[in-house]
């Protein structure tokens, strides 16, 4: 069964601070992997996904798939980037399973 | 361009009262899937849709039921509401082979049984 883990519910950080936020998935085959935020009160945003390697609001996301881990990373964070995000996996079904998500919380 | 919406945006049940949750998608989006958010668990799968006349069950789906008359609306039920299904409920939709653009998620259902 695919499994994806953020180790981190609550992450503070100051603004201009460099910011992790980790992913670990087990999945048996090659899986798809994304990341969502959640603004306050607003509905699930797409931010990434690992096929396009690309860079949105200035976060990046490798996949590693020797450690099987999908960490999110942006080198200076903004007070804008406050908000929940969500790892995720697309399974055999072509559906999505959910991390628990990670609270970010960038300091003035 | 609409894109996914949901209704009502909250709502208030009883214990034993039955309701349904609306979405609707005007994208012509193939899959549909309801989830449910609750604190430190993430989102977690009700049922999914495939198609028109296709459903399947995902993670967590006793109390609810689906059903996919139209390629544009996909409605969750509660049987028989109880406390444990006080949620955000989100639904969404993606294109077939659109997977790599992901998913397009409604605004929510925030659902209180008392």
């Known amino acids: 069964a695919q499994r994806v883990t953020q180790p981190e519910k609550l992450l503070s950080v100051f603004k201009g601070a460099p910011v992790e936020l980790k992913c670990n998935y087990s999945?048996?085959?090659?899986?798809?992997l994304f990341w969502y935020v959640q603004y306050s009160r607003q509905r699930l945003q797409l931010l990434l996904r690992h096929i396009s390697r690309e860079s949105i609001k200035g976060f990046t996301a490798d996949l590693n798939k020797g450690e099987t881990s999908f960490h999110l990373k942006k080198p200076f964070a903004q007070e804008e980037d406050s908000a929940m995000y969500y790892c995720?996996?697309?399974?055999?079904?072509?559906?999505?399973?959910f991390g628990s998500g990670t609270q970010l919380t960038v300091l003035p | 361009n609409a894109g996914v919406t949901q209704t009502p945006k909250f709502q208030v049940l009883k214990t034993g009262q039955s309701m349904t949750l609306q979405c609707a998608q005007d994208?012509?989006?193939?899959?549909m899937s309801w989830y449910r958010q609750d604190p430190g668990m993430g989102l977690r799968l009700i049922h999914y849709?495939?198609?028109?006349?296709?459903?399947d069950q995902g993670e967590v789906p006793n109390g609810y039921n689906v059903s996919r008359s139209t390629t544009e609306d996909f409605p969750l039920r509660l049987l028989s509401a109880a406390p444990s299904q006080t949620s955000v409920y989100f639904c969404?939709?993606?294109?077939?082979?659109?997977?790599?653009?992901?998913?397009?998620f409604g605004s929510g259902t925030r659902l209180t049984v008392v």
């Open positions: 999945y048996s085959g090659s899986p798809e």
């Open positions: 995720v996996v697309s399974g055999s079904a072509r559906q999505l399973t």
């Open positions: 969404a939709s993606r294109a077939t082979g659109g997977l790599n653009y992901g998913y397009t």
């Open positions: 994208m012509n989006h193939e899959y």
């Open positions: 849709s495939v198609g028109a006349g296709i459903t």
